[in-house]
Each structure stands twice: as structure tokens, then as C-alpha cells.
């Protein structure tokens, strides 16, 4: 593009007459445009080319057939030289600094995100019938946001970023059963009114941790998101949830993709004190709820997914079943030893 540029700039030239009016300054944009974009070597070539086609057989006046000194056109190349050679420099010596920027913040990213799941892991060694849980839970979140995406009501509010982050944090919304005594959450039987209002108690006792942490970093849409999610995610639609009651579009969206997700892995999971769910009936009972429990929009773009849904499940079950074979033995962190 640079180089068709400055073909046409060097026929306006030649057509209002030569170098002695100000036309030949336009060059000056084409060489700028490619020492910043392809730096040091191909930003000093294009310059010597653009001041080749002002030089020697470009005239100074074409009516009066008067030629350019070559002197004159030297200069001027050497001096379309010399800016492409200063403005490669800086934006060279830029592009190195903005690609440390990105390494080092995708390594916070990294490290964010192993603290993240860590912290979720704390939650899950608690009951070993939900292993798999965070790992299922996550790309199930992905998934389904970005199925939200595309159907258009959302799109204007969910990105590529908003979908990373989400995915993210999706982990942590349970960290705060870390809390909540053993006799209640593993209790094979039904919960008494107490040990339930107990229970449910998980929600704020994870949000205030994250809040704590957010108090430090107040900018963190991270922690805004992981917040939203850890406290809101067992509100539901018709306002009969917890811990706030809240109802509709007052619950964060967040909290509602999560709800879903969430609820999805529970009933097709085995645990203390039920069996595990079909595909299925998880499927009719999240259809069912649509409008109670659930955003009906968010249903509608879950249960159109229901086929990668199920196969994401399925990995992931597989490869949990088979860390268990007898024989195989693992250490602290689930590693084989």
C-alpha cells in the first residue's frame, strides 16, 4: 500500500509541474507509514526508492523544462533516509516494549489464573465425589458464553475479553465450601432447615474472601466477575434464591451463565447423597426451570449446545474415571507418583 502510495504522489508531481511546489512533501507520509509499521531496513529502502522517484528524472519545473541540481535530490534522499531511520528506531524500540508489556502481563494472567484454580481446588479436595468439577465447570462456562455472544441480545456486552475473564474465575464460585463444617457438606442425607441455612452461607463466605482481596486491587474486572458469581450464582430468575433474593436482570449475568453451568454438573454428578443424572433429565429438568431458576434466554442458548455440552462432560469423566483405576496411585496434587 505504501509503495502504490507513493507511485500516485509521484505523479501528482510530475503533473502539477515538478519538485518546486509543495507536492513533494506528501512522500514524507509513505515512508513514515512504513519505517513504523516494518521497521529499521524496509522503512530505509522505501525511502531511498520514494527519493529515487524525486530525483534525477523528475524535474524541478516541467513547463520550463528546467531539471533538478543532483545535489538537491541527494539531499533530499538522504534526508528521507535519515527520518525513516529515526522514526524504524522508536517505533522498533516501542514494539519491543509494548511485547515485554504483553509477555509479562499474560504471565500475571498465568499466574492469576493457577491461583485461581488452586484456591478452587481447596474447595473441591473436600468431597472427592465432585472431582472434575472446576475443570468442567470452566469450559462449560466458555461454551455457553460464547454461544450467548452469538445470539445477538448480549453480544454488545460480552467480548473476547468478558469470556476470558469469565472462564476464568469460573472455577472459584463454590471456594467458599472451604467454610463450611464437613458433617454438613458431606452429610450422605437430607440437611435440616439449620444445617441448610448453614450451607448456603458458602456464597457470602467466598464473596467476602474475593472482596478482601479486591479492596487491594479495586480495578481487578477480574475480581468483579469472580465476586458476582461466587455470591450470586444461587439466585434465581423468579427471585426465590440466595443470598439476596434477587430476581430477573438484577442478578448479574455472570451469575446467571454460571447457575446454569453449575447446576448442569451437579445433577450429572454422583454425590453423598444422590445418584448421578442422564444427559437427558439434566437437560429437561434446566428446560423446566426456564423462567424460575434459570434465564430463559441463557436456557434457550444452553440447551442449543446440549450435544457439545454432553461430549465436554463425557471427556472429562473419562479422563477422571481413569486417574482412578486401581493400582494407579497419585500424590498431594492428583500427580501420578
Excluded at 512533501?25 to 522503512?43: D, L, R
Excluded at 530525483?55 to 535530490?73: A, R, S, Y
Excluded at 424460575?292 to 434466554?297: H, I, Q, R, T
Aim: proline share 3%; charged share 25%.
Amino acid at each position: 500500500m505504501s509503495y502504490l502510495f507513493s507511485g500516485a504522489i509521484t505523479v501528482v508531481v510530475y503533473m502539477t509541474g515538478g519538485t518546486n511546489k509543495v507536492y513533494p512533501n506528501m512522500m514524507y507520509i509513505p515512508i513514515a507509514v512504513m519505517a513504523s509499521v516494518y521497521g529499521k531496513w524496509q522503512g530505509v529502502i522505501h525511502a531511498v526508492i520514494c527519493g529515487l522517484l524525486m530525483g534525477p528524472f523528475m524535474p524541478l519545473d516541467k513547463d520550463l523544462h528546467i531539471n533538478q541540481e543532483t545535489v538537491n535530490w541527494m539531499v533530499r534522499l538522504l534526508i528521507y533516509a535519515i527520518i525513516a531511520l529515526v522514526i524504524s528506531y522508536f517505533s522498533d524500540f516501542y514494539r519491543e516494549e509494548f511485547a515485554e508489556k504483553v509477555k509479562k502481563e499474560k504471565e500475571i494472567a498465568d499466574a492469576q489464573m493457577a491461583v485461581v484454580y488452586a484456591m478452587a481446588k481447596l474447595a473441591e479436595f473436600r468431597d472427592s465425589d465432585t472431582g472434575g468439577h472446576i475443570e468442567r465447570v470452566t469450559e462449560l462456562c466458555r461454551l455457553l458464553t460464547t454461544n450467548l455472544r452469538r445470539r445477538g441480545k448480549y453480544r454488545e456486552y460480552i467480548d473476547d475479553d468478558y469470556i476470558e475473564k469469565l472462564t476464568r474465575v469460573s472455577p472459584l464460585h463454590d471456594i467458599g465450601k472451604v467454610g463450611i463444617a464437613d458433617k454438613i457438606l458431606l452429610k450422605p442425607g437430607r440437611l435440616t432447615a439449620i444445617e441448610f441455612e448453614l450451607m448456603k452461607t458458602h456464597t457470602t463466605i467466598g464473596a467476602k474472601t474475593i472482596l478482601e482481596v479486591k479492596e487491594k486491587f479495586p480495578d481487578n474486572r477480574l475480581l468483579e466477575l469472580a465476586i458476582n458469581i461466587t455470591n450470586f450464582h444461587h439466585e434465581r430468575w423468579d427471585g426465590a434464591g440466595y443470598p439476596l433474593g434477587l430476581a430477573g436482570t438484577e442478578i448479574p449475568l455472570s451469575a446467571r451463565i454460571m447457575a446454569i453451568v453449575d447446576v448442569y454438573d451437579a445433577l450429572r454428578s454422583k454425590r453423598v447423597y444422590k445418584e448421578a443424572f442422564s444427559h437427558e433429565n439434566s437437560l429437561k429438568i434446566i428446560q423446566e426451570e426456564s423462567g424460575k431458576a434459570f434465564d430463559p434466554e441463557i436456557v434457550m442458548a444452553f440447551l442449543e449446545i446440549a450435544e457439545e455440552v454432553e461430549k465436554i462432560f463425557t471427556q472429562y469423566e473419562k479422563k477422571r474415571v481413569v486417574s482412578r483405576i486401581p493400582g494407579r496411585k497419585e500424590g498431594f496434587f492428583g500427580e501420578r507418583v
